[in-house]
């Protein structure tokens, strides 16, 4: 069965960096899109970053210029690289990819940004 599971949140001060991890399993992973989304506390969830099998990528204004997804199809593997992180980047972090007209999550990995 697909299963996507994430990994590199954890407490970090304002204006460090993470990177995040997400390894898949269950499809082929080359062949499809994968996505970032984020959900802070009392708020939906909302989407982050996306890169197709091209290794075309899309961006929340938000993020922009701060935030770098990427793939490695070797490693059935999405990444998203966060830097000069604020206080409201302060969410669960979900993986998640769209196979075969259903929508698959992790179960996310929680990043706190806080002095």
């Known amino acids: 069965q697909v299963q996507l599971v994430e990994s590199g949140g954890g407490l970090v001060q304002p204006g460090g960096s993470l990177r995040l991890s997400c390894v898949v399993s269950?499809?082929?992973?080359?062949?499809?899109?994968m996505g970032w989304y984020r959900q802070a506390p009392g708020k939906q969830r909302d989407l982050v970053a996306t890169?197709?099998?091209?290794?075309?990528?899309n961006y929340a204004d938000s993020v922009k210029g701060r935030f770098t997804i990427s793939r490695d199809n070797a490693k059935n593997a999405v990444y998203l690289q966060m830097n000069s992180l604020k206080p409201e980047d302060t969410a669960v972090y979900y993986c998640n990819a769209f196979v075969g007209g259903m929508s698959y999550w992790g179960n996310g990995t929680l990043v706190t940004v806080s002095s």
């Open positions: 890169i197709t099998r091209g290794g075309s990528t």
């Open positions: 269950g499809f082929i992973f080359r062949l499809y899109t």
